[in-house]
């Protein structure tokens, strides 16, 4: 089983455009896939449900009060669930810290759903606290959405040194998987330079694929849809599919 945490501390980078999707790419490819909110924006979660359905959460479940059987949901996507978050997952993280083991919660709630899953795709929070810290504990590879703007890389190190934090003792099997340039705007010159800078700092790390900025990407969660149905033909889907294909050729 692959989990993959898709990271990045700075807010709208792509992050929840590419776990959904990415994830949804997955279960096309007819691998068994979850998809985990731990983002209290439930962003993820809204593109596929309708929150007001939503009882239990990624919240009872970092809480210990649920079972990820508990709270996983069929979404419309064939071999695709989802754990599915709400805004009360906010409160977790001071409840967490206070925990001695509060950074292994979901690598324990996931240890017994080894051989039910190809793939776990995680959305965390944009921020480098806690919940994110427990999807790195419970992830085997990271993956970093750096949008292709000034403050691009701002940040970055941070992220990366957590990263090593967390291989350094809790979780040293995690591997950085990549990072995937997204929102990219090829018409400007400074998209190209920010471009030449994430190559710079990601080297060979960075996917070949690059996804470019989408105003199909950006309507498809409101309709509660991924891109390959919301626009099967448009760039955002034939971006994210080639993605799809590099993570399973990189893992």
Excluded: W
Excluded at 57 to 78: H, N
Excluded at 79 to 86: K, S, T
Excluded at 107 to 130: E, M, N
Aim: aromatic residues 6%; neutral net charge.
């Amino acid at each position: 089983m692959i989990v993959l945490a898709i990271t990045n501390q700075k807010g709208g980078v792509g992050k929840t455009t590419t776990a959904i999707n990415l994830a949804a790419a997955l279960a096309m490819r007819g691998k068994r896939t979850l998809l985990i909110d731990l983002d209290p924006q439930a962003n993820s979660s809204m593109s596929y449900l309708d929150l007001s359905t939503v009882e239990k959460s990624t919240y009872d479940l970092l809480m210990g009060e649920k079972k990820l059987g508990e709270i996983v949901r069929q979404t419309a996507v064939e071999n695709l669930e989802i754990a599915p978050a709400r805004i009360s997952l906010a409160k977790a993280e001071n409840k967490l810290i206070g925990e001695l083991e509060g950074h292994f919660k979901l690598r324990d709630a996931l240890d017994s759903h080894k051989k039910q899953y190809d793939f776990i795709v995680v959305d965390t929070p944009p921020t480098l606290g806690i919940i994110t810290a427990n999807a790195l504990v419970a992830s085997s590879h990271v993956l970093v959405p750096v949008q292709s703007s000034y403050f691009a890389l701002e940040g970055t190190e941070d992220l990366l040194e957590t990263v090593e934090k967390i291989r350094a003792r809790p979780n040293p099997d995690l591997k950085l998987l990549g990072a995937v340039i997204t929102m990219h705007d090829r018409r400007t010159t400074l998209a190209r330079d920010v471009q030449k800078a994430i190559v710079q700092l990601f080297g060979n790390k960075v996917f070949k694929t690059t996804i470019t900025k989408s105003i199909r990407l950006e309507e498809s969660p409101a309709h509660r849809e991924s891109i390959f149905t919301f626009a099967p033909q448009s760039s955002g889907a034939l971006e994210y599919y080639k993605l799809c294909e590099e993570v399973i050729e990189r893992v």
